[in-house]
DNA sequence: TCTTGACTTAAAGTTAACTTCAAGTTGTAT
DNA sequence: ATACAACTTGAAGTTAACTTTAAGTCAAGA
């Protein structure tokens, strides 16, 4: 797969996809003789898997180590699953903090919504008059 | 209230609470009379207000529009209300995309464990032998 | 063969949100 | 009075994550 299609079938830059390679996300893409890029299947899995993990907003530092990781073998499953439990971790306070906001939205825009059927009434009795 | 109790009260440095001031988020902060900021009662509420958005990671644009707006008055309400009701809709989107990872990230740290249990079992059954 | 569009690189530029710095002023305790 | 911590300003520096630019190479169609 060259690296156009990759692009559309996940919708993420041509740019941004040399970046995430240059930042060691994708250490194994191949390159055919005249140096043109070639993604296998696992090179396209890691793609889709980047582009969740950064959707949530775990940081290419952290990706970056979690990936040489897994290339090193078995011998790094603990410290992987390590990673992703602190990740987790915050992600779920990341979400909470998100949810409360959201929360508070709601209420303030409810307060909107009756302030401005008061002004309305306000305005319709002004009319009257 | 001193910028430096201000800056105590809800955790924020006191050069994030200047700086807050400078991009539009605090335009009400007094100073007596000789430069020194008072925080009023008012100023702190919005402190808090700006600490909870930006928590949850509305931009400082955003919050600048939405405070110049309130500081307009009443014929801004409509519009006060669309924007909240437009960055709520930005957060359920972020939340969601989360609570998916978070979820994903469940599925892989389950595996993880269960790869490592395998791998253990392996190495006892070595010892034994 | 020539053009055109996709590919390549390295390096510089951008944006958001701080954060630090330099240089000076003020308020309080001894 | 003097030290010293906290205050002030404007400007420069930092970090993350792209994004754009410049300058070139390669492959396919007219």
Known sequence: ??????????????????????????PNVKKNSSG??????TDCNWVEFIKCMRGAGLPI???KKYIKLFYEGDSTLTERKQILIDERQKLILKRDAIQSTIERLNYKINSYEETIAVREKELLRQDKS
């Open 61 to 63: 530092e952290v990706l």
């Open 1 to 26: 797969m060259k690296i156009s299609e990759v692009s559309k079938k996940y919708d993420i830059p041509v740019d941004t996809l040399r970046y995430y390679e240059k930042a060691g996300l994708l």
């Open 36 to 41: 043109i890029r070639d993604y296998s299947e």
